[in-house]
């Protein structure tokens, strides 16, 4: 090779990578150690959650949760930890262990959750928070016994996205925390509404206290009206890009992905969606060419997971193809799960809102 084209090659920028290659491995210590609240919501507190002014209920939630908080302090609830001898044993907690914040999608739970977590007095080692399916996952990976064991001496366990649509995971769950009530470790909770239910309410506090059984007297439920704040006032998501446009930005941008979206939907099959927030590991973006509609309702489902770790590590994502509003057929939109594709839409689009400043003008 000549000298010229040795420096053209040296200069040329380097190929991006791509999701379809990656086939990560997650040790069940990484599950554990990564319950904590997503990187997109490392900064969020009670102060930088921004109440609608026509929506007291956002208000009273904030103020609810900040008490609750206030109220983990102190020793476990089951009386474990270090006390002199002789010192008199602290008072056991009154009132409900746990809290159920009930919203639509969209309202902030998730920034409420977060902030519950970091405004817990106690070191992150004994506050867990997880979706339900990193909860589901960690059993899975654990057995049990193992996780009633790993998870008892926390303060506090942060449950996002419970879900109700699932009921054998339903009642693994509920048993799980009924073990963890008994050692004295705190609740909280968000859940998605049961199938056939998002056209009759936006709120699922009956259906989550329900689905629990034994364990609702240990929930208070904290109701958040509201819009989906990611639409709130904000402008449309940016239309599709052209093949060309998404190659060319994936090789100009350090750190991205570029994938066919077809194939990438084929790749998810299989890897296990517990590793879904592995396969995103320091990616700057994802670059997708020709988007189509998903074929299949379990292809759909494991793409909710991917927009779900995607929106979390706050990844833009452009794309080609079909706009993200097209993803899902009428009739997925119209059936059991049809929340989580609301959501994954209403995610997918706000992170390719956020893909627009890496296109070259």
Not at 26 to 46: I, T
Not at 157 to 168: A, N, Q, S, T
Not at 264 to 274: D, F, I, Q, T, Y
């Amino acid at each position: 090779m000549s000298t010229r084209a040795l420096t053209e090659a040296a200069s040329a920028p380097a190929a991006p990578l791509s999701l379809c290659s990656r086939e990560p491995h997650v040790p069940a210590d990484r599950l554990v150690a990564e319950m904590v609240p997503p990187p997109r919501f490392d900064s969020v507190r009670f102060d930088t959650y921004l109440p609608d002014p026509n929506q007291p209920s956002q208000t009273e939630a904030v103020k609810a949760l900040s008490t609750f908080a206030e109220g983990l302090g102190g020793a476990h609830a089951s009386g474990a930890g270090k006390r002199r001898w002789f010192a008199r044993k602290p008072a056991a907690p009154t009132g409900p262990r746990g809290v159920y914040l009930d919203g639509g999608y969209g309202v902030g739970k998730t920034h409420l959750l977060a902030s519950l977590w970091h405004a817990t007095p106690a070191e992150p080692a004994l506050k867990a928070f997880g979706t339900f399916v990193e909860l589901t996952n960690l059993v899975g990976a654990l057995g049990f016994q193992q996780t009633v064991k790993t998870l008892s001496g926390h303060r506090l366990l942060c449950i996002d996205e419970f879900e109700l649509d699932d009921p054998g995971d339903t009642v693994l769950v509920s048993s799980l925390l009924g073990k963890l009530v008994e050692s004295g470790v705190a609740l909280a909770a968000t859940s998605n509404t049961l199938p056939g239910k998002l056209g009759e309410g936006r709120f699922a506090a009956a259906d989550f206290l329900r689905e629990i059984q034994g364990l609702s007297a240990h929930f208070r439920p904290l109701r958040i009206d509201g819009e989906d704040y990611r639409h709130r006032g904000l402008p449309e998501a940016p239309a599709p890009y052209s093949d060309q446009v998404v190659t060319e930005t994936a090789y100009a941008t350090p750190g991205a992905s570029l994938d066919d979206f077809p194939h990438l939907l084929e790749h998810l099959a299989k890897v296990h969606p517990s590793r879904y927030g592995a396969l995103t590991d320091d990616l700057a973006a994802v670059c997708l060419t020709d988007v189509q509609p998903v074929p299949d309702q379990s292809t759909a489902l494991r793409l909710v997971v991917l927009a779900d770790r995607l929106y979390d590590r706050e990844i833009p994502v452009l794309a080609s193809g079909l706009p993200f509003d097209r993803l899902f057929s009428d009739e997925m939109l119209n059936g059991g799960y049809r929340k989580k594709y609301f959501r994954a839409i209403s995610r997918l689009t706000a992170l390719a809102r956020d893909a627009k400043g890496l296109v070259a003008q």
